[in-house]
């Protein structure tokens, strides 16, 4: 088992930026790769990002390239999200997914074994 811990999400203006971490616990070796998805009220999850730990590749929803990175420390096994021109669309619970197979699609939640309860991210206009 994997446990994921968020932390960092709150409220900001519009044009603003937050930092969010995930804290992984457990099986960790076990993680092919570390993904963060968004789901706002009424909507359907949305991937976000993802970093692969053997090569930190990344993969960006195109909604957020330019806008958010995604990093990781293997040593703290924990990943990272920095948001920057925050928008008020942004606004989202802000999920972390950790996923043991390099198997299909990162962009679907399916593929993710492993997720933490959120945090709230709410960008104001």
């Known amino acids: 088992q994997v446990q994921l811990v968020e932390s960092g999400g709150g409220l900001v203006q519009a044009g603003g930026s937050l930092r969010l971490s995930c804290a992984a616990s457990g099986r960790t070796f076990s993680t092919y790769a570390m993904g963060w998805f968004r789901q706002a009220p009424g909507k359907e999850r949305e991937f976000v990002a993802q970093i692969t730990w053997s090569d930190s590749s990344t993969y960006y929803a195109d909604s957020v390239k330019g806008r958010f990175t995604i990093s990781g420390d293997n040593a703290k096994n924990t990943a990272y999200l920095q948001m920057k021109s925050l928008k008020p669309e942004d606004t989202a619970v802000y999920l972390c997914?950790?996923?043991?197979?390099?198997?299909?699609?990162?962009?679907?939640?399916?593929?993710?074994?492993?997720w933490g309860q959120g945090t709230q991210v709410t960008v104001s206009s």
């Open positions: 997914a950790a996923r043991t197979r390099p198997l299909g699609s990162s962009t679907i939640a399916s593929r993710y074994d492993y």
